[in-house]
């Protein structure tokens, strides 16, 4: 009886170490995703040799006007990841703490709030980014956790639908296509690593930026603060 049970933890254990992380479910398969390439005639240069350093209050004069907006605080924010401020709102995404999207007019007065968190058809499991389009007037969700982007109405946080996407940290959503911006071996693809998937929902469509060894362990920022 024990040998049989040796046995049979031994073949366990071989298996479980035979596995690629290759074959993982959540593995995206990009061999054969076009890869983006940057290519122009003539290179621009950039030049820093006249580049000089300005004070605070220099900095200052170059500014038209401050305007300080108290929020209302009844419902408290507890980290601001990112804000947007459109002609007449502020959204402020707290991704961590509170992990809803705080909704405000220009006045300072809470108007609603984005916390639908949980499993269901209309609520994510969380919230890594956001995106404000004043054209639509949506507001996008990008639960990188569930791999899926959500839309809610500008005008009271009401839910719209719900898309299915890929493995990200951050995202940016321009016309129909998404711009996943990946951490390393976030795609769970044991022979691949790419910053940017370019993807409509969950079909990819372009890869690019292969991260150098010096950025594999690296932490990452959101490049997509700005609409």
Known sequence: ????TTTIITALFCAACGTSPQNDSRALVLSDTKIIKITHDTP???????????GMDEMLDRVKSIDYIKLD????????????????????????????????????????????????PKEYQSIRDMQVDTIRNEILV???????????????GAFLRKETGVANCYLAHIDSLYIN?????????????????????????????EPTPLQNDNFINNSFTYD
């Open 1 to 4: 009886m024990k040998q049989l």
């Open 44 to 54: 621009h240069p950039i030049r820093a040799d006249n580049a000089r350093i300005i």
């Open 73 to 120: 605080s009844s419902e408290p924010v507890g980290v601001i990841n990112k804000m947007i401020v459109t002609k007449d709102k502020i959204f402020i995404l707290d991704a961590y703490v509170a992990q809803q999207i705080f909704v405000f007019s220009k006045m300072g007065k809470l108007l609603y709030r984005i916390k639908n968190k949980g499993r269901g």
């Open 142 to 156: 990008n639960d990188a956790l569930a791999r899926s982007y959500l839309y809610f109405s500008t005008d009271d």
């Open 181 to 209: 911006y990946q951490a390393p071996e976030q795609d769970f693809n044991d022979n691949e690593n790419w910053a940017i998937l370019v993807s409509d929902k969950d079909s990819i469509l372009y890869k690019g930026f």
